[in-house]
């Protein structure tokens, strides 16, 4: 992993403390990831070393650079991961030009959380206060067994830390709800036509059913691999958390 943030991966911290224990594990640096390139642009977040530490056990060479670093270019990459992160999307540094820039060159991308939301406001949607405020708990998510659920079960459960939400009726018809909860709030997107695909839980927190298959498909997506072969991929992954 190489990263500009001084924050080790042990112990990250953020400006908002994560309600979940870390006990992040960092990865091995004697490895040779030869897997797809991820840029992870990090929101300042406390979860984002747990999801560059999955990532990088199923094989993805990650590259970490904070929302607001010189150099975001999509294009030096296989894909981009948007990072959960505090505040609304005008507040995420320069992640809505990055989503902006991956759909001009086709290059795939998976928003979480701020990602998910920063995604839906680009293409016009409307980002408000969620029904609900959800820090740390879980509920069931109905998915439509696509995007990035592509051979998970529905329902699942799911963890959610997030009091924004994205309006469902201000949803453009280029993006498709692909998750929601049972309090009606939109828990997954996918744009129709390009590769851009974002979930507001958190796919890392070990309460999350399928968290790692989401990781994997994504990764298949950024190789322009079979999503077929996502459950291989994360199968017998280390848990990061304790």
């Known amino acids: 992993m ?4 001084p ?49 990088e056990q199923m094989g993805a060479d990650c590259t970490v650079r904070r929302h607001d670093h010189a150099d975001l270019d999509p294009t030096e990459f296989d894909g981009v991961l948007i990072s959960p992160g505090p505040g609304n999307p005008d507040t995420a540094g320069r992640s809505l030009e990055v989503i902006e820039a991956c759909a001009r060159t086709g290059t795939p991308m ?33 998915h439509e067994e696509r995007s990035v659920f592509e051979g998970l079960a529905s329902p699942l459960t799911a963890t959610r830390y997030h009091s924004l939400a994205v309006v469902p009726e201000t ?19 996918a744009h129709r036509e390009l590769p851009l695909h974002a979930v507001q839980f958190h796919p890392e927190s070990v309460l999350t059913e399928g968290g790692h298959h989401m990781l994997a ?26």
């Open 2 to 5: 190489r990263t500009d943030d």
């Open 7 to 55: 924050r080790s991966a042990d112990g990250a911290a953020g400006p908002e403390a994560a309600a979940e224990p870390r006990g992040v594990a960092g990865p091995d640096s004697s490895a040779d990831p030869a897997g797809p390139r991820i840029l992870v642009v990090d929101n300042y977040d406390s979860f984002v070393f747990t999801i560059v530490g999955y990532l």
């Open 217 to 242: 498909v994504f990764l298949q997506l950024a190789e322009g691999a079979p999503t077929a072969d996502a459950a291989r991929r994360a199968e017998g992954l280390r848990p990061l958390i304790g």
């Open 110 to 142: 998976l928003g979480v959380c701020l990602g998910l939301q920063a995604l839906a406001q680009l293409f016009g949607a409307t980002v408000a206060h969620a029904p609900n405020l959800m820090h740390g708990r879980t509920c069931a998510i109905t």
């Open 171 to 189: 949803l453009p018809v280029c993006l498709e709800v692909t998750a929601s909860a049972e309090d009606g709030s939109i828990q997954g997107i």
